[in-house]
């Protein structure tokens, strides 16, 4: 509790603006910890369709067309948390807001770590292209139906990262905790 309680002493000697602007750069490069799904999901959509393609190579186009369509998906967590992280370096509201320096910062914080939350849809939306892309490698008479099921489920998936992405943004511009102060 002596930690903790000197912690908070240390950070009372700060400008609440300055906690804030720091806080604001911490939380920016934690929300681009979410572009490690996309990334490992991608890259698994486009090794499932070298894979395909060398086995079936007069299928190429049509397997590199659901792999990129589906890899296109899996990168949406990515550009929500570039979103935010941008937010947060050029146009962070808090900074304007009236209150407590440490809650406005610690919802900045709040806003970024939050934004992790799109590894998951990012990795699971790529296996979904990888798979989609494998399949009409081996059946492409399907693409249509398969493309279908692929988006229907990455749709499904992304629910997390809207998620994350919908707590970001109240905590940035319709922060609940503000008005209590």
């Not at 240390?10 to 804030?20: K, S, V």
């Not at 369509?69 to 949406?76: K, N």
């Not at 279908?148 to 992405?165: D, E, K, N, P």
Request: proline letters at 3%; glycine letters at 16%.
């Amino acid at each position: 509790m002596e930690l903790i309680n000197a912690f908070f002493e240390w950070l009372g000697q700060f400008d609440p603006r300055e906690l804030i602007l720091a806080a604001s750069a911490l939380g920016a490069g934690f929300a681009m910890i979410a572009g490690l799904g996309p990334g490992i999901g991608q890259g698994f959509a486009a090794g499932k369709g070298a894979e395909a393609v060398g086995r079936h190579r007069e299928r190429g186009r049509q397997v590199t067309v659901v792999m990129l369509l589906g890899s296109a998906v899996a990168e949406t967590s990515g550009i929500f948390s570039l979103v935010v992280a941008l937010v947060l370096l050029f146009a962070n509201p808090l900074l304007t807001m009236e209150g407590a320096g440490l809650v406005l910062a610690a919802s900045t914080l709040g806003a970024g770590i939050s934004m992790i939350t799109g590894i998951g849809p990012g990795i699971g939306q790529g296996f979904a292209a990888g798979k989609g892309a494998e399949t009409t490698g081996d059946h492409p008479e399907r693409q249509g139906t398969i493309v279908r099921t692929m988006l229907l489920g990455q749709a499904v998936g992304q629910t997390t990262g809207i998620y994350a992405l919908v707590i970001a943004l109240v905590l940035l511009f319709a922060n609940p905790l503000v008005a209590i102060l």
